[in-house]
């Protein structure tokens, strides 16, 4: 009977396209945004997952995450320092400016500091360059997509750029995951980022520390809060936080949420028409089968069979076509690094399965209540 | 064939519209006898489709019995009936209630892949009945590439082809000219008929009263003739 149920489903060419476009459609849009979602989400940690090296990030207190931090003391380094289980521990600064280009655009950027001597707060790949280059003078090295930003289809290497009013020179390119606001990032030594960035007493955003023992980094940030007084957080948390801040102060999940729950509606609107116009279409031929024998088991199944091999097709197109479209835009420096969690198609075949469990439930109703001996009138 | 192959006893069948509660059938006595062509006969709404509907067991009668080749099926539980129709009962409906989406070969077969038999043994076997019926060659068509009369006859294989002992047929040629109408109501003498199956047919044909075994009339929701011929004020 399951064979005879496709068949049905696959004879009627117009609606079989009809239920598989619904389906394929609202996986599509309900994957492909959440799958851009969770990648916007995750650039508010871009800032820290940049910084691989580094277990434990110290800040002040009142800071939140690696865009919203409130400078310390030169001296709370000195104190990282001096705290048991740090192995290394390096300054770090972030922080806003302004950047002229010969053209006389202006661009805000955002300025990196790493540490002079090891270079740790650099990404850890170069697309162009070495990071040797940050011992030349006035150098900075761009990020990727700041590059694409500020010199779009040109390279920008031994570009000179007015930055808050000083010189500096960009002789690399660096693979950086960008920011949420895909700001473009320059990255320099700490103390010529010290240059750059306009004096304040204090200009140290953060403290990057290397643990004895990576695998005790908790602990680790536990004593380090304990000993200095300084806000510690591992690399997880820090950028867990980072995540948070987006999710806690933007638009963005009501946003999203709202186009996939239209991802769902949508989905529940055409499966659910097209579906009730099939059976209504195929009512006469249930009640036959119905009178012949066929048991209201068999013909529940014969919906499910119908609905799974839509729901099979369209779900499989839907996430397919979730994969074009990200590879399809891989190179755009907006979706650089985007991927598909796994959790994603799943949340997605869940989605699925409740629309064509709706809709398959409100079609089967019908059908079900259908009396045989309808067949005779 | 010992006793009758259906049975009635006091059937009667009421139905609920809005406040008041109409009586159709007004318990009906009847025996059908295996290897006769039965028609059952009467005017719209005397009562004739709700009588054929209890008798194979899709309509539940209000009050009273009736068996079929001696089993009571409003006694079984709802699966043992559906399955009882499945095993014993062919239908042929006035509309045919094919499949569009297969062809005439798997649409005759339906009733043996109901009852669980392999797909393609089933459409040999639902093949041979249309060999039987003259239409193999069209084993291989979707009903609407088969005139009116073809899919009348892969109807027929469909009621056949799992050897009922029970055959209900719903105003067979009711859409055909009289010639046509009588070559359909030979070939069911022929391939419906045994000694050891029933066959009803329900009509309003008088082209065709000729042909049966037996007619029983009806009106107003009882039995008013029981004979070979219809009565002379008919």
Not at chain 1, 163 to 172: K, S, T
Not at chain 1, 231 to 234: F, G, H, L, S, V
Not at chain 1, 373 to 377: D, I, L, P, S, Y
């Given at each position: 009977?399951?064979?005879?149920?496709?068949?049905?489903?696959?004879?009627?060419a117009q609606?079989?396209f009809?239920?598989?476009f619904?389906?394929?459609?609202s996986t599509?849009?309900?994957?492909?945004?959440l799958?851009i979602?969770?990648?916007?989400?995750?650039?508010?940690?871009?800032?820290?997952?940049n910084?691989s090296?580094?277990?434990?990030?110290?800040?002040?207190?009142?800071s939140?995450?690696?865009?919203?931090?409130?400078?310390?003391?030169s001296t709370?380094?000195?104190?990282?320092r001096?705290v048991?289980?740090?192995?290394?521990?390096?300054?770090?600064?972030?922080a806003?400016?302004?950047?002229?280009?010969?053209?006389?655009?202006?661009?805000?950027v955002?300025?990196?500091?790493?540490?002079?001597?090891?270079?740790?707060?650099l990404?850890?790949?170069?697309?162009?360059?070495?990071v040797?280059v940050?011992?030349?003078?006035d150098s900075?090295?761009?990020?990727d997509?700041?590059?694409?930003?500020?010199?779009?289809?040109?390279?920008?290497?031994?570009?000179r750029?007015?930055?808050?009013?000083?010189?500096?020179?960009?002789?690399?390119?660096?693979?950086?995951?960008?920011?949420?606001?895909?700001?473009?990032?320059?990255?320099?030594k700490?103390?010529?980022?010290l240059?750059?960035v306009?004096?304040?007493?204090?200009?140290?955003?953060?403290?990057?520390?290397?643990?004895?023992?990576?695998?005790?980094?908790k602990?680790l940030?536990?004593?380090?809060?304990?000993e200095?007084?300084l806000?510690?957080?591992?690399r997880e948390e820090?950028a867990?936080?980072?995540?948070?801040?987006?999710?806690?102060?933007?638009?963005?999940?009501?946003?999203?949420?709202?186009?996939?729950?239209?991802?769902f509606?949508v989905?529940?609107?055409?499966?659910?028409?097209?579906?009730?116009?099939?059976?209504?279409?195929?009512?006469?031929?249930?009640?036959?089968?119905?009178?012949?024998?066929?048991?209201?088991g068999?013909?529940?199944k014969?919906?499910?069979?119908?609905?799974?091999?839509?729901?099979?097709?369209?779900?499989?197109?839907?996430?397919?076509?979730?994969?074009?479209?990200?590879?399809?835009?891989?190179?755009?420096?907006?979706?650089?690094g985007?991927?598909?969690p796994?959790?994603?198609?799943?949340?997605?075949?869940?989605?699925?399965?409740?629309?064509?469990?709706?809709?398959?439930?409100?079609?089967l109703?019908?059908?079900?209540?259908?009396?045989p001996?309808?067949?005779?009138? | 064939?010992?006793?009758?192959?259906?049975?009635t006893?006091?059937?009667?069948?009421?139905?609920?519209?809005?406040?008041?509660?109409?009586?159709?059938l007004?318990?009906?006595?009847?025996?059908?006898?295996?290897?006769?062509l039965?028609?059952l006969?009467?005017?719209s709404?005397?009562?004739k489709?709700?009588l054929?509907?209890?008798?194979?067991?899709?309509?539940w009668p209000?009050?009273?019995?009736?068996?079929v080749?001696?089993?009571d099926?409003?006694?079984?539980?709802?699966?043992?009936l559906?399955d009882?129709?499945?095993?014993n009962?062919?239908?042929?409906?006035?509309?045919y209630?094919?499949?569009p989406?297969?062809?005439?070969?798997?649409?005759?077969?339906v009733?043996?892949?109901?009852?669980?038999?392999?797909?393609?043994?089933?459409?040999?076997?639902?093949?041979?009945?249309?060999?039987?019926?003259?239409?193999?060659d069209?084993a291989?068509k979707?009903?609407?590439?088969?005139?009116?009369?073809?899919?009348?006859?892969?109807?027929?294989?469909?009621a056949?082809?799992?050897?009922?002992?029970?055959?209900?047929?719903?105003?067979?040629?009711?859409?055909?000219?009289?010639a046509?109408?009588?070559?359909?109501?030979?070939?069911?003498?022929?391939?419906?008929?045994?000694?050891?199956r029933a066959?009803?047919?329900?009509?309003?044909?008088?082209?065709?009263?000729d042909?049966?075994?037996?007619?029983l009339v009806l009106?107003?929701?009882?039995?008013?003739h029981?004979?070979k011929h219809?009565?002379?004020?008919?």
């Open positions: 009977m399951i064979w005879i149920a496709i068949r049905m489903l696959t004879g009627d609606k079989f009809g239920l598989v619904g389906i394929a459609f599509l849009l309900i994957t492909q945004q799958t979602f969770v990648n916007l989400l995750e650039r508010g940690a871009s800032g820290v997952y910084v090296s580094a277990d434990v990030w110290v800040m002040d207190p009142v939140r995450t690696t865009d919203v931090a409130y400078a310390m003391p709370a380094l000195d104190k990282v001096g048991p289980g740090v192995e290394w521990a390096v300054p770090h600064i972030r806003q400016a302004s950047v002229r280009t010969k053209d006389g655009d202006l661009e805000g955002a300025v990196i500091g790493v540490d002079d001597a090891t270079l740790i707060g990404p850890r790949n170069m697309v162009e360059g070495s040797d940050l011992s030349q003078p900075v090295i761009i990020d997509v700041g590059m694409t930003r500020m010199f779009p289809g040109q390279s920008p290497i031994g570009e750029l007015e930055l808050n009013d000083q010189r500096a020179v960009i002789r690399g390119i660096a693979d950086a995951i960008p920011s949420f606001t895909s700001t473009v990032v320059l990255y320099t700490y103390s010529q980022a240059n750059y306009p004096g304040t007493r204090n200009r140290l955003s953060f403290v990057l520390v290397g643990a004895e023992n990576p695998a005790e980094a602990a940030s536990e004593l380090i809060e304990q200095t007084g806000k510690a957080q591992t820090f867990r936080d980072g995540v948070d801040f987006i999710i806690e102060n933007t638009g963005i999940p009501l946003n999203f949420g709202i186009t996939v729950a239209l991802g509606i989905g529940v609107a055409i499966v659910g028409l097209t579906f009730s116009l099939f059976i209504r279409d195929n009512i006469k031929q249930f009640g036959a089968l119905k009178a012949i024998g066929v048991t209201n068999k013909i529940r014969m919906v499910a069979a119908q609905a799974g091999l839509v729901g099979l097709i369209g779900y499989g197109l839907g996430v397919l076509g979730t994969v074009g479209f990200i590879s399809a835009f891989s190179s755009d420096p907006t979706f650089k985007f991927y598909i796994w959790q994603i198609p799943i949340i997605s075949l869940v989605a699925v399965t409740l629309i064509l469990a709706l809709t398959g439930w409100l079609a109703r019908s059908v079900l209540k259908t009396e001996a309808a067949v005779f009138r | 064939m010992s006793g009758p192959a259906i049975s006893r006091g059937v009667t069948r009421d139905f609920k519209a809005g406040q008041q509660t109409i009586t159709v007004h318990g009906i006595d009847l025996d059908v006898r295996a290897g006769e039965t028609f006969v009467g005017e709404g005397s009562g489709t709700t054929i509907s209890i008798m194979c067991g899709i309509l209000t009050e009273g019995e009736v068996e080749f001696g089993t099926i409003y006694d079984l539980s709802d699966d043992a559906v009882f129709r499945l095993q009962i062919g239908f042929i409906f006035q509309q209630n094919l499949i989406s297969i062809d005439a070969a798997s649409n005759a077969a009733p043996l892949i109901a009852q669980g038999m392999d797909r393609h043994e089933a459409r040999e076997k639902a093949v041979a009945m249309l060999e039987k019926l003259n239409i193999g069209q291989a979707l009903p609407n590439q088969l005139s009116g009369g073809q899919q009348q006859r892969v109807a027929i294989a469909r056949l082809v799992h050897e009922p002992r029970l055959v209900v047929c719903d105003e067979p040629t009711a859409a055909l000219d009289a046509s109408g009588r070559r359909v109501m030979d070939l069911l003498r022929e391939v419906a008929v045994a000694e050891d066959c009803i047919i329900v009509t309003h044909d008088n082209r065709i009263f042909m049966a075994d037996r007619i009106e107003d929701g009882k039995v008013t029981d004979g219809m009565p002379e004020d008919h």
